[in-house]
């Protein structure tokens, strides 16, 4: 089992910055792929960034190239969402996820993750 915890939503203004962080438990994290999504409301849940287990390859929406970088520190069991030059549509709760097979790589696919934190509120204004 695997527990995820974000951190490091907030309000800010269009063009400024934000830096996510998911903190999680276990000792296999440094075996999944990690991925953030993220859902606006009345919106699905869309895919954001993912990563692999190692942090070798990297994976963004065509939405956030550019502008977001995710990264992990498998030392720490964290892994960060960057996220510069921000818009007003990138408003959104903002979900850290863990693809539940080890070794696996990085994913768009909502269905292949098997573990979800809570989700933390990242508000652009403009």
């Known amino acids: 089992q695997v527990q995820l915890v974000e951190s490091g939503g907030g309000l800010v203004q269009a063009g400024g910055s934000l830096r996510l962080s998911c903190a999680a438990s276990?000792?296999?994290?440094?075996?999944?792929?990690m991925g953030w999504f993220r859902q606006a409301p009345g919106k699905e849940r869309e895919f954001v960034a993912a990563?692999?287990?190692?942090?070798?390859?990297?994976y963004y929406a065509d939405s956030v190239k550019g502008r977001f970088t995710i990264s992990r520190d498998n030392a720490k069991n964290t892994v960060h969402l960057q996220m510069n030059s921000l818009k007003p549509e990138d408003t959104a709760v903002y979900y850290c996820a863990a693809r539940g097979t080890y070794f696996s790589g990085s994913s768009s696919n909502t269905a292949e993750y098997d573990y979800w934190g809570q989700g933390t509120q990242v508000t652009v204004s403009s």
């Open positions: 276990g000792r296999t994290f440094s075996r999944f792929a």
């Open positions: 990563i692999n287990w190692s942090g070798g390859s990297t």
